[in-house]
């Protein structure tokens, strides 16, 4: 059985830093694309970052770009995303996802076919 399980979230002030895992079972990661989303309440899921199977290629919202980074370790079948720089506005609850393709993207969600449980992230002071 294909899972995704996200782990990681937690409560931290501005400015903090937080790190992701998205832990896959029942298959091997690197022939997939991963994407993270994220899903504020009253609003809707979002794209934030992906990467490509191969790990290659990667992608940012502009909202993210140059505080968050996607990262993959083949051997624990894992993919991380390190979260910097922390605002607010971040606050959300954080997917993982992936789908059997080579590229990925961060503007639809229907990309992909398999999705985690989320992870809470709350940014306050």
């Known amino acids: 059985q294909l899972q995704l399980v996200e782990s990681g979230g937690g409560l931290v002030q501005p400015g903090g830093s937080l790190r992701l895992s998205c832990a896959a079972s029942?298959?091997?990661?690197?022939?997939?694309?991963i994407g993270w989303f994220r899903q504020a309440p009253g609003k809707e899921r979002e794209g934030v970052s992906c990467?490509?199977?191969?790990?290659?290629?990667?992608k940012y919202a502009d909202s993210v770009k140059g505080r968050f980074t996607i990262s993959r370790d083949n051997a624990k079948n894992t993919v991380y995303l390190q979260l910097n720089s922390l605002k607010p506005e971040d606050t959300a609850v954080y997917y993982c996802?992936?789908?059997?393709?080579?590229?990925?993207?961060?503007?639809?969600?229907?990309?992909?076919?398999?999705w985690g449980q989320g992870t809470q992230v709350t940014v306050s002071s």
């Open positions: 996802a992936a789908t059997k393709t080579t590229r990925c993207t961060v503007v639809t969600a229907n990309w992909y076919e398999y």
């Open positions: 029942g298959f091997i990661l690197d022939t997939y694309a």
């Open positions: 990467s490509s199977s191969s790990g290659g290629s990667t």
